[in-house]
Antibody, heavy 120, light 110 residues
């Protein structure tokens, strides 16, 4: 059974870059047709999709964040990563990594989430 | 404001049945499969329903899903106190080219 685990700093200063990594265990990031995603949830609010990457490096980002977001993959480490530039307090959220299969947008595996606070 | 509309809160007694609606448009719910998630307090969301009505292994048949036109519905029968959670619907939006979620429904089991 695949497991996902987020890691990275819990505190980021405004205007700096938020960087998180998702490590996959119990499965391979190179399995065909799996899409590896980042999703965030501000405190007390709903879910917001950030973007996805395939192991080939193909990405798709939420247009509302596209100018600041970059998602990359490291198949040798079975990891994918999120960079979000120029953060503000509005980027304070629990960040989840999650996967879906094929064209069916159903996130069947999620990391436990990590709280990132943007504050000086 | 979310692209998919859900009631913010609902409540029901143990043993009763509840239905949670998810209203969208022809660009999202009307065109694509809908999934539903349960988020217990302080935990990550968990997939309850995919492809509008299918249940992943391990999800009890008390949970059901359906879709008609641009609306989807999650049904929960035989409510238990352990079902108290936030519930979210999600799908792809062909116009915005993003995954969209409902705003979430907080279910209270009295």
């Amino acid at each position: 059974q695949v497991q996902l685990q987020e890691s990275g700093p819990g505190l980021v200063k405004p205007s700096q870059t938020l960087s998180l990594t998702c490590t996959i265990s119990g499965g391979s990031i190179t399995t065909d047709l799996y899409y590896w995603n980042w999703i965030r949830q501000p405190p007390g609010k709903g879910l917001e999709w950030i973007g996805y990457i395939l192991y080939t490096g193909t990405t798709n980002y939420n247009p509302s964040l596209k100018s600041r977001v970059s998602i990359s993959v490291d198949t040798t480490k079975n990891q994918f990563s999120l960079n979000l530039a120029s953060v503000t307090s509005a980027d304070t959220a629990v960040y989840y990594c999650a996967r879906f299969y094929g064209v069916d947008i159903a996130f069947d595996s999620w990391g436990q989430g990590t709280l990132v606070t943007a504050s000086s | 404001q979310s692209v998919l509309t859900q009631p913010p809160s609902m409540s029901a007694a143990p043993g009763q049945r509840v239905t949670i609606s998810c209203s969208g448009s022809s660009f999202n719910v009307g065109k694509n499969f809908v999934s539903w998630y349960q988020q217990l307090s302080g935990t990550a969301p968990k997939l309850l329903i995919y492809d509008n009505h299918k249940r992943p292994s391990g999800i009890p048949d008390r949970f059901s899903g359906s879709k008609s036109g641009t609306s989807a519905t999650l049904g929960i029968t035989g409510l238990q106190t352990g079902d108290e959670a936030d519930y979210y619907c999600g799908t792809w939006d062909n116009s915005l080219n993003v995954v969209v979620f409902g705003g979430g429904t907080k279910l209270t089991v009295l």
